[in-house]
């Protein structure tokens, strides 16, 4: 039995949606792009009204929205990964508690199959639609860029934002996958899974907006693929450190657990 094929076709539904909702939204948004640049500037001065903390809590203390990418980070980025990271998350924790909660592991382990074969099936599930998620969006995104935006933009910024985005989608993949381990009501997962992004976008809210709350930076993943940041700034390496360390961790902790975990058949 080819577990990775099996679990692809049961979840060719769940990607198609959330990659056609996902790709649709940017799109339109962008599409918007023209309009709203005519007015960018009296926007962005109505803007500089507001208190400093919220500015800097949706990066307008550093993008503009008469830039297409400033508009982009701003009113685009944050669905992209937001939406994106509860597709991630929810796709991966289901793939195993499910089997235990429909009763359908006891013949999934009764198959000449180890549980480690099992896990990597699973996951390479989850990483293929993930991969294949980011790569619709980034590449529908861009190509609207490039029709509604006459003239030049910081090309490896837009791509430097994708690569770190999809890495934050895995990451929650990944998180997602260890938790299901210990959890395997669906509803308890699903609401878990929910509740721990948006925990997460709250923390990114908080390093961004209090001086004192700064070091919640390295806590929240979403931090990891800030607009504002790596759009002026570039990718930091410490973020690109802890991911590996986190993604690394997640992983043998979930081959670890589950190989040794009492499954109730």
Known sequence: MNILRHDLARNRRTFLVWTASIAILSVGLLSMYSSVAGSATGIEQYAEAFPETLRRAFGLDRLRLSDILGYF???????????????????????????????????????????????????????????????????????????????DFDRRGFWNLALMTTL??????????????????????????????????????????????????????????????????????????????VNAAALAATYYAYARKDILL
């Open 168 to 245: 934050v989608l895995l990451t929650f993949a990944n998180l997602g996958f260890l938790g299901s381990v210990f959890v395997t009501r669906n509803r308890t997962v699903y609401s878990g899974a929910l509740g721990f992004v948006l925990v997460m976008y709250a923390l990114q809210v908080a390093a961004d907006v209090s001086e004192r709350l700064r070091f919640l930076k390295y806590v929240t993943p979403m931090k990891w693929a800030s607009a504002a940041d790596i759009l002026t700034a570039g990718i930091p390496g410490v973020y690109l450190v802890i991911m590996l360390v």
């Open 73 to 151: 980070g701003t009113e685009v980025h944050i669905m992209i990964i937001l939406f994106g990271s509860m597709f991630a998350i929810l796709l991966s924790s289901g793939l195993l508690s499910r089997e235990e909660n429909e009763k359908t592991v006891e013949f999934l382990l009764a198959r000449p199959v180890t549980r480690y074969r099992v896990v990597t099936g699973k996951l390479g599930t989850y990483v293929t639609y993930v991969l294949l998620f980011s790569v619709v969006v980034w590449v529908a995104s861009y190509a609207t860029i490039l029709i509604v935006h006459e003239g």
